[in-house]
């Protein structure tokens, strides 16, 4: 049975951070639940969905897994009580240095519908507590697994690409910068937390990278630089990028360099850290035993596979661009994106009756092929009309 593994990520109607686009309007994915337990799909864990693959156990008629990547808050303040009211359950991947450290719980949907408070009141921005998990599964509604510990990005070549200035896209300098505060990131500017000019080499994800550490005196040497032109108004400043290109290439041509990559047996071992501990923290907080892996980003190898499974994962994620995603293999789980148009910086998640034609198509039902069609061009059409009049979901 080709079993259908949907991936999610933030479930808000906030999109103004810099991966808007990975958060699903609330009452969209409402229409997606509803509409798929309507149209007969039963959600089914990872679990049930590894020992049919693997024992050929049985499954419903219908079965669909949903999960959701990063661990946001937005998952216990929306997700959880939708997928509960409809008889859903769902995934949540968790980076265990991204947890908030806060004991209580924060009030969500269900409050609302007790009439606790006004919809409007409920603040989502943010990340998970342990409480939170905790309550989720007990309620049997989400199952948390690993998306390993940290989710960032390094450096892997000394070839600059940028440098850090204000509204750049690299949150993961103040991640990597002040760990012990990556649960705020969504709720407080921490583009300071690194200073202004530091060069940004050519970076990848963690995981899937021998880490480089470029020479830090080049970057001491540009901080100055920015601080001596005006620091911050720099930026301002037509062609300020190339200035600061030249005075590193100036820099670098009349001092020598140290610079250094991680050998593959420290790649190795901080590859192993990050799968192991995160199971392990996971499982320490929880009380359950971690069998799955999301990797962040889609980034890892044949030697993250590898140190996967000797830690003990039973199954991981694939990318969207694996070969292999197309295969039923119970060591890898193929996830299908839920349904989107996109163009530029917007996007437009698609209904609930889209995607259960998307489903039931990639399942071979021409019938349902034939019906994408035809939503396809509406949706085309109003999301053509839309950009023309308002900004959507904002």
Same mark, same amino acid.
């Given at each position: 049975?080709?079993?259908?593994?949907?991936?999610?990520?933030?479930? #808000?109607?906030?999109?103004?951070?810099?991966?808007?686009?990975?958060?699903?309007?609330?009452?969209?994915?409402?229409?997606?639940?509803?509409?798929?337990?309507?149209?007969?799909?039963?959600?089914?864990? $990872?679990? =049930?969905?590894?020992?049919?693959?693997?024992?050929?156990?049985?499954?419903? @008629?219908?079965?669909?897994?949903?999960?959701?990547?990063?661990? +946001?808050?937005?998952?216990?303040? +929306?997700?959880?009580?939708?997928?509960?009211? +409809?008889?859903?359950?769902?995934?949540?991947?968790?980076?265990?240095?991204?947890?908030?450290?806060?004991?209580?719980?924060?009030?969500?949907?269900?409050?609302?519908?007790?009439?606790?408070?006004?919809?409007?009141?409920?603040?989502?921005?943010?990340?998970?507590?342990?409480?939170?998990?905790?309550?989720?599964?007990?309620?049997?509604?989400?199952?948390?697994?690993?998306?390993?510990?940290?989710?960032?990005?390094?450096?892997?070549?000394?070839?600059?690409?940028?440098?850090?200035?204000?509204?750049?896209?690299? @949150?993961?300098?103040?991640?990597?910068?002040?760990?012990?505060?990556?649960?705020?990131?969504?709720?407080?500017?921490?583009?300071?937390?690194?200073?202004?000019?530091?060069?940004?080499?050519? +970076?990848?994800?963690?995981?899937?990278?021998?880490?480089?550490?470029?020479?830090?005196?080049?970057?001491?040497?540009?901080?100055?630089?920015?601080?001596?032109?005006?620091?911050?108004?720099?930026?301002?400043?037509?062609?300020?990028?190339?200035?600061?290109?030249?005075?590193?290439?100036?820099?670098? *041509?009349?001092?020598?360099?140290?610079?250094?990559?991680?050998?593959?047996?420290?790649?190795?071992?901080?590859?192993?850290?990050?799968?192991?501990?995160?199971?392990?923290?996971?499982?320490?907080?929880?009380?359950?035993?971690?069998?799955?892996?999301?990797? @962040?980003?889609?980034?890892?190898?044949?030697?993250? =596979?590898?140190?996967?499974?000797?830690?003990?994962?039973?199954?991981?994620?694939? #990318?969207?661009?694996? @070969?292999?995603?197309?295969?039923?293999?119970?060591?890898?789980?193929?996830?299908?994106?839920?349904?989107?148009?996109?163009?530029?910086?917007?996007?437009?998640?698609? #209904?609930?009756?889209?995607?259960? *034609?998307?489903?039931?198509?990639?399942?071979? *039902?021409?019938?349902?092929?034939?019906?994408?069609?035809?939503?396809?061009?509406?949706?085309?059409? $109003?999301?053509?009309?839309?950009?023309?009049?308002?900004?959507?979901? =904002?």
């Amino acid at each position: 049975m080709n079993v259908p593994v949907l991936m999610y990520h933030s479930v #808000s109607d906030n999109r103004r951070w810099l991966w808007g686009h990975l958060s699903c309007p609330v009452s969209v994915i409402e229409d997606h639940v509803r509409t798929l337990a309507s149209s007969g799909f039963v959600a089914i864990s $990872l679990q =049930e969905l590894y020992d049919h693959v693997k024992h050929g156990a049985a499954l419903p @008629p219908k079965p669909v897994a949903l999960t959701f990547d990063d661990g +946001y808050l937005d998952n216990w303040v +929306y997700a959880f009580p939708i997928l509960k009211r +409809y008889g859903f359950k769902g995934t949540v991947f968790v980076n265990p240095d991204f947890v908030d450290p806060t004991g209580s719980l924060r009030p969500n949907l269900d409050d609302v519908a007790a009439g606790r408070l006004a919809a409007s009141s409920l603040k989502s921005t943010g990340f998970l507590s342990w409480a939170e998990m905790s309550v989720m599964e007990a309620c049997g509604v989400m199952d948390i697994q690993s998306h390993a510990m940290t989710h960032t990005w390094y450096f892997s070549d000394d070839r600059i690409v940028d440098f850090h200035h204000p509204g750049d896209p690299y @949150p993961w300098l103040a991640w990597n910068a002040r760990p012990e505060r990556k649960y705020l990131w969504l709720n407080e500017d921490q583009s300071a937390f690194v200073p202004f000019g530091v060069p940004i080499y050519a +970076y990848d994800k963690a995981l899937s990278t021998r880490r480089c550490f470029p020479d830090p005196s080049l970057a001491d040497f540009l901080v100055e630089q920015v601080a001596s032109r005006g620091g911050v108004a720099i930026f301002g400043q037509e062609g300020w990028q190339d200035t600061l290109l030249k005075l590193s290439s100036q820099y670098q *041509s009349e001092h020598q360099l140290d610079r250094h990559w991680e050998s593959e047996e420290e790649y190795q071992a901080r590859v192993r850290y990050e799968l192991s501990v995160s199971k392990e923290t996971i499982e320490a907080n929880l009380r359950k035993r971690v069998n799955f892996l999301c990797w @962040p980003g889609g980034g890892y190898n044949d030697t993250t =596979e590898r140190i996967a499974e000797g830690v003990g994962y039973l199954s991981m994620t694939l #990318s969207s661009k694996d @070969p292999r995603r197309s295969r039923q293999n119970p060591g890898r789980i193929a996830r299908w994106g839920a349904p989107v148009l996109q163009r530029g910086t917007k996007t437009l998640y698609r #209904s609930g009756r889209y995607l259960v *034609s998307m489903l039931r198509c990639k399942q071979g *039902s021409r019938l349902h092929c034939f019906t994408c069609k035809l939503l396809s061009g509406r949706d085309r059409l $109003l999301f053509r009309i839309r950009l023309a009049n308002v900004n959507l979901h =904002e």
